[in-house]
C-alpha cells in the first residue's frame, strides 16, 4: 500500500507526519486518517500543542532545563542539594536519570557534545554557563554524565580540563557492565572498565 | 526513562502526540523533543497540515472518497471504466487496490461495516448513495471487497439483497492462500475457500 491518495491536503499532512524520526509514509496515513476522524476542537488542540510550545517554552537561566519559568521546577526545588550538579548533554538524559530516583542534585544542560565532524565547538555548547555557575557559587562536586561515545568522553575531558582550576571535586558516572547482562556477551571495553573501577562488594550490593 | 517533565507545555504536547495510536509516551516525548528542535514556521506547517486538512477536505459526492474537489480524481479520471463499482469499507482500501495496479473501474467507500455489537446499521453507511447509483447509472458489475470477518460478510450479503433488484453482476475478490504462503501454515478457511474456489491453471498463473 503506497499513500499516494487523491489529495493534496491528505499528501501535505503525511508529508509532514513522516518528516517525523521514526515515522514512515504508511504509519504516517494511517496517523492522519485517525487524525481526520477526531472531530474539530480535537484537531486543534492537537496542533495548537506543538506551536504554543514553541511559542512558549523557556530555558531555564541556571541550568538551562526546558521550563514553563524563568528557573525550572528542578533548580527551583527546595529539597534538592544544588551544590551538585550533573552535567548531561540533553533534557532527555534528565528525565532518565530523574527517573531513577538516585539523584537529587541539580543538573546543567550542555546541549550538545564536542563533535568537530558536524562542525560542533565548545562555544556552541552551554559550558560559559557551567563555568560561571561553578565561579559564582559554592559548589561541592560536578558529575559528568555524558554518553560512553568519543564525542562524550572528550566533552568530558574537555570540561575536566576547564574546571581543574576551581579546585570543586569533578567525577563521572560509572561505566560497566549493565544489572543483569551475560559477562560472556559484554564488550570488551564496558567489560575491562567494570573491572578496572571495581567497588567494595558491599558498596555496590547496598545501593 | 518516564515522561514526566519539569514542563506542562511538554506534558501537553506529550498528551497529545501519545493520543495518535501506537505511540506511547516514551516515543510521544522524543517526537515532541525532536519537534522542539525545529524553526518556528516549520512547526507551524506541521500543525497546520492537520488542522487545514480537517477544514478544507471534502468528500467526492459520488463515491465518498476523500478529495479536494467535488468529485474525487478516481470519479474524474477519462481512462477509467466508470460502470465498474468497487465497494470499499474506507479509504485505506481504496490506496491498497490502487497500489496493485490491477483495478482500473470507480469505488464506492461504506464508511464501515454492519456490525451489531459498536451500534453501526446499515443506516450508518453509504449504502443509499450506492443504491442510487446504481439504479441512476448503467453499471456493469459490482465487486464487493470488504474485509473477510463475521462483519465484513455480513455487510457484503446485505449489500447482494439490496442490489440483486438491480439484475447488476454482483461479485466479491478471491479469499485464498496468499501468494507465497505455505499450506500446511494456512488456516482451514481460507485454504477451504481457495479449493472451492479454484480456477483454470492457465487464468491464475497468466495474472
Known amino acids: ?4 491518495s487523491s489529495s493534496k491536503l491528505i499528501e501535505e499532512a503525511v508529508d509532514q507526519m513522516s518528516s517525523l524520526p521514526g515515522i514512515g509514509r504508511k504509519t504516517a ?3 492522519v486518517l485517525h487524525l481526520l476522524d477526531r472531530e474539530t476542537h480535537e484537531i486543534s488542540r492537537f496542533s495548537n500543542s506543538f506551536t504554543k510550545l514553541k511559542s512558549e517554552i ?3 537561566k541556571k541550568c538551562r532545563n526546558i521550563s514553563d519559568d524563568e528557573l525550572c521546577s528542578i533548580c527551583n526545588a527546595k529539597g534538592r542539594d544544588h551544590s551538585l550538579i550533573c552535567v548531561v548533554q540533553d533534557i532527555r538524559d534528565i528525565l532518565a536519570i530523574e527517573s531513577t530516583s538516585q539523584y537529587f542534585g541539580s543538573y546543567h544542560v550542555l546541549g550538545g557534545v564536542i563533535s568537530p565532524m ?3 565547538g565548545p562555544n556552541d555548547l552551554n559550558i560559559t554557563s557551567l563555568i560561571e555557575r561553578v565561579s559564582e557559587n559554592d559548589i561541592s562536586e560536578i558529575i559528568i554524565a555524558l554518553k560512553g561515545n568519543m564525542e562524550g568522553e572528550t566533552t568530558g575531558f574537555y570540561l575536566f580540563r576547564k574546571l581543574s582550576p576551581f579546585q570543586t571535586k569533578v567525577t563521572t558516572i560509572a561505566r560497566g557492565i549493565a544489572v543483569g547482562d551475560d559477562l560472556e ?4 571495553i564496558s567489560l575491562g572498565r567494570s573491572i578496572l573501577n571495581r567497588s567494595p562488594y558491599s558498596d555496590s550490593v547496598a545501593k
Chains 1, 2 share one sequence.
Open 1 to 4: 500500500m503506497n499513500s499516494s
Open 185 to 188: 556477551y559484554a564488550d570488551e
Open 118 to 120: 558536524d562542525g560542533i
Open 58 to 60: 523557556k530555558f531555564c
Open 29 to 31: 496515513l494511517r496517523l
